[in-house]
């Protein structure tokens, strides 16, 4: 572990209800003793209990001075060429950079407090995202699940060479970079957890990472349709996540701005 209290938060509400496992404990044990936040999780006969999220009503009060605030991002990739069906077609990108850059100004506060942008670097709503907020002098954070190049052949490449380059950029000058887990595979002890993959677990470490930057100053912005996505993990299962634990979503309707 890194130190993040965000890391351990997470953590531990991936471990909730999972059976008893030592590897687990193990991890929990060592992510406690790196960040000194003990009361944050609680070790009951069998299970392993989730942290309660930081909007719950018994939170801790929040910190508001000088306390930064947390824009988290999620949004559709850019269509792959073999795309039977648009969603985010490439037509739409000045409409889409127009809509965050004008949200991303709306957030910013008025009281000379810093700001945090954290996303991942995929082609479209992520590296657009991490651009502006580059352009507006933001602290960007860039967070890749898995390491970079298979990151990349999943989420960059199949939009084509630019995309590789942007997200290079990005990577090359984000103000943190981090990635969480060294391959494609969930670990041995979240084998059991239901209905759960990398990219829902990409979608979770990112959002108890904003909250425990920003707290109740924490807002997504989603590039959303809407609908479900491809697959598990996307930007339908980031806006839901985030409205279970009472934070603020802010959604940019992608096919009122693509005409779609």
């Given at each position: 572990?890194?130190?993040?209290?965000?890391?351990?938060?997470?953590?531990?509400s991936?471990l909730?209800?999972l059976?008893?496992?030592?590897?687990?404990?193990?991890?929990v044990?060592?992510?406690q003793?790196q960040?000194?936040?003990?009361?944050?999780?609680?070790?009951?006969?069998?299970t392993?209990?989730?942290?309660?999220?930081p909007?719950?009503?018994?939170?801790?009060p929040?910190?508001t001075t000088?306390?930064?605030?947390?824009?988290?991002?999620?949004?559709?990739?850019?269509?792959?060429p073999s795309?039977?069906t648009?969603?985010?077609?490439?037509?739409?990108e000045?409409?889409?950079?127009?809509?965050?850059?004008?949200?991303?100004?709306r957030?910013l506060?008025?009281?000379?407090r810093?700001?945090?942008?954290?996303?991942?670097g995929?082609?479209?709503?992520?590296?657009?995202?991490?651009?502006i907020?580059?352009?507006?002098?933001i602290?960007?954070?860039?967070?890749l699940?898995?390491?970079r190049?298979?990151?990349?052949a999943?989420?960059?490449?199949p939009?084509?060479?630019?995309?590789?380059?942007?997200?290079n950029?990005?990577f090359d000058?984000?103000?943190?970079r981090?990635?969480?887990q060294?391959g494609?595979?969930?670990?041995?002890?979240?084998?059991?957890?239901?209905?759960?993959?990398v990219?829902?677990?990409?979608n979770?470490?990112?959002?108890?990472?904003?909250?425990?930057?920003?707290?109740?100053?924490?807002a997504?912005?989603?590039?959303?349709d809407g609908?479900?996505?491809?697959?598990p993990?996307g930007?339908?299962?980031?806006?839901?996540?985030?409205?279970?634990r009472?934070?603020?979503?802010?959604?940019?309707?992608?096919?009122?701005?693509?005409?779609?």
């Amino acid at each position: 572990m890194n130190g993040e209290k965000g890391d351990l938060r997470f953590l531990a509400s991936e471990l909730a209800g999972l059976p008893w496992r030592r590897e687990g404990l193990r991890l929990v044990g060592e992510a406690q003793f790196q960040v000194r936040d003990f009361k944050s999780l609680g070790i009951l006969p069998k299970t392993v209990a989730a942290v309660e999220p930081p909007f719950a009503a018994k939170a801790e009060p929040p910190q508001t001075t000088g306390r930064p605030k947390a824009l988290l991002f999620t949004g559709h990739r850019i269509d792959d060429p073999s795309r039977p069906t648009p969603r985010f077609p490439a037509s739409g990108e000045p409409p889409a950079r127009q809509a965050i850059l004008e949200t991303v100004q709306r957030e910013l506060p008025g009281d000379g407090r810093p700001v945090i942008a954290i996303a991942g670097g995929a082609s479209g709503g992520d590296l657009i995202f991490q651009e502006i907020c580059e352009q507006l002098a933001i602290e960007r954070r860039l967070y890749l699940i898995i390491p970079r190049d298979d990151y990349v052949a999943a989420s960059v490449a199949p939009a084509g060479p630019d995309w590789v380059r942007r997200f290079n950029h990005q990577f090359d000058t984000a103000n943190c970079r981090r990635v969480y887990q060294d391959g494609k595979d969930l670990p041995d002890w979240l084998t059991d957890k239901p209905n759960y993959s990398v990219w829902q677990r990409s979608n979770i470490w990112m959002l108890h990472n904003a909250l425990s930057i920003g707290d109740i100053d924490t807002a997504l912005i989603a590039l959303w349709d809407g609908e479900g996505g491809d697959g598990p993990g996307g930007t339908e299962h980031m806006v839901r996540s985030v409205r279970e634990r009472g934070a603020r979503a802010i959604v940019l309707e992608s096919k009122q701005l693509f005409g779609l």
